[in-house]
């Protein structure tokens, strides 16, 4: 699915590589040089390591040793294809790195339903009944699209009870939005990175 998804063009690989650096167990280094092979073969389909490292303002031991560190976790493999002239030249599987990109968002998947569910329980033992459907609703966007924690609803229905103010889900989304711990949506680039990639031809 992954995979069809980058053929098609619907696939962020950039964004994904670098707000995920560590579930896939990249330096910067190897995730810049995946991110511009991913580039690459969605354009020619081939792989020619030395034109690769032209484009990159990066040392040829530090580019090999990266390659190599990707290769030997098999992120990548390299194959050799024919043309109608019989003529041999590498091309790339990157299947590995697509399965790595599926597990991680299955983990993340269950992750979230795990949270959304000790919210929803956590929350209707605070108001002491059953959620409306429309509740369930505001609490299950409350996680997943404005990535509010149990904690941040801990701290925010306590927040509720030392203010004596009402126990309801308007008062909660309300105690939440103006809370000075917003988990951010998006995670920014590290700095490092994007310096990395202002010197990329």
């Given amino acids: 699915m992954i995979k ?9 690989y950039r964004g994904f ?47 090999e040793s990266a390659l190599a560190n990707l290769l030997e976790r098999k992120i990548y ?6 043309d109608n002239n019989d003529r041999g030249y590498e091309t790339l599987s990157f299947d590995g790195f697509f399965e790595l990109v599926s597990d991680i968002l299955e983990n993340k998947q269950k992750y ?18 059953v959620l409306s459907s429309n ?4 609490v299950k966007s409350l996680i997943e699209d404005d990535r509010y924690s149990k904690k941040d609803f801990e701290r925010a229905i306590e927040n509720i ?3 004596k103010r009402l126990l309801n889900i308007k008062n909660l989304s309300n105690e939440l939005a103006k809370s000075t711990s917003l988990p ?4 920014d680039t590290p700095e490092c990175v994007k310096n990395f990639i202002k010197n990329i031809k």
């Fill in 4 to 12: 069809k998804l980058y053929e098609l063009g619907y696939f962020d």
């Fill in 17 to 63: 590589i670098l707000n995920n650096l560590k579930s896939l167990s990249l330096s910067t280094t190897e995730a810049i040089v995946l991110i511009k092979m991913l580039d690459d073969f969605k354009e020619s389909h081939t792989f020619n390591s030395e034109s690769l490292r032209n484009k990159m303002n990066i040392r040829k031991d530090t580019f």
């Fill in 77 to 82: 493999e390299i194959y050799l294809s024919y």
């Fill in 112 to 129: 979230d339903d795990n949270e959304i569910h000790s919210v929803i329980m956590y929350v209707s033992e605070e108001f002491d009944r």
């Fill in 135 to 138: 509740e369930l609703d505001i």
């Fill in 161 to 163: 009870k030392n203010s």
């Fill in 184 to 187: 951010k949506t998006k995670k």
